[in-house]
DNA sequence: TGAAAATATTTCAAACCTAAAATATTTGTG
DNA sequence: CACAAATATTTTAGGTTTGAAATATTTTCA
């Protein structure tokens, strides 16, 4: 029934210490990405005016400069497709992206920056970095190597199983 | 202008290696904390009919029995006060949790968990763990406590000064 | 070929979330 | 005491987010 009981965990005992120190170190990753997320929040909206959202799909669309479809955005952002509607709308009205028609297949369009678009993340792409940098100002190389190397684990473990 | 850059920094390096990093270890953590807050979310939909939010404030109230303010609520919670406000109004409507006024301070109220409120979470709450314990399966106990470490460190740093 | 299934996206309703303004009450100070 | 400042909370407007339903188009296959 449960997983990630081992051959040593005794029956009767339920929750173990370990499955204590997961929901710890859970509790402990929401509350960083939390914090965190509200500081960049703040600064988008009274340094740049924008909001986090529109900002993640400006640094998608600058990754994939020939642009992606909305399925693609939505995937790798990690959200809803209804979500990303609604803000790819937004930043179109805003000037900064494009909707175009893809080849061959009337039911997608594909979403690239424009040039004000793409001048815009540019720069503010470096001063994002720099905020990030003295939010994490505590945290020395080794220390972000290791919290990576955790946390890509952990993000493998979790990978949606693909369809063949 | 850059607290993060120490002597060794070369002028015109606009974006350190460190700087880099950090930058790395912060999106990891928002993959991992959307990876996981999404299975959750859809986990307490699907088996508890009700929502992640509203599961932390129970979850907060569970662990002061007597009761909070609406705002120690949403300060421990790391929202704003006006969210606060329509997730206990639902969660009120549910029948879970009680407003109760404050003696000598009619502005304020104190919240906390009904007889059904309190069964309700006990009974989810182990649950919720052994879901957090699967979805963390490749976490071992001494990366957890890596990891727990590494977070504290950063949330020290990012914490709000306190007013004296 | 032509209907059913699959796919890509948008729309919709409900909830969540924030920042700022509004409301109600208490506290501090002349 | 009067009344300004501070405090606790709610309300409001606008944006974000989800899951499900709706729409439009393409693909599959009998």
Redesign the pocket.
């Known amino acids: 029934m449960n997983k990630s009981e081992g051959l040593s965990e005794q029956a009767g005992n339920e929750t173990s210490d370990l499955s204590k120190a997961r929901l710890r170190a859970w509790l402990q990753i929401l509350k960083v990405s ?1 914090k965190i997320e ?1 500081e960049l ?2 600064k988008m ?2 340094e740049f005016n ?5 900002f ?1 799909v400006l640094a998608a669309l600058y990754r994939e400069r020939d642009g992606m ?6 995937k790798s ?14 930043l179109v009205a805003e000037g900064l992206i494009v ?1 175009m028609p ?1 080849e ?8 690239r920056l424009t040039p004000a678009g793409e001048k815009d993340f540019a720069e503010r792409a470096l001063v994002h970095e720099s905020w990030v940098s003295e939010l994490f100002d505590d945290l020395s190389s080794s220390d972000a190597d290791a919290l990576i190397r955790i946390l890509r684990n952990i993000s493998h473990h979790n990978e949606a199983p693909h ?1 063949d």
């Open positions: 939390r509200g929040r703040e909206r009274t924008t909001t986090l959202p529109r993640d479809r909305m399925s693609e955005l939505s952002l990690m959200v809803s497709n209804g979500n990303v509607t609604g803000i790819v709308d937004r909707r893809v061959n297949d009337r039911r997608a369009s594909i979403v369809h």
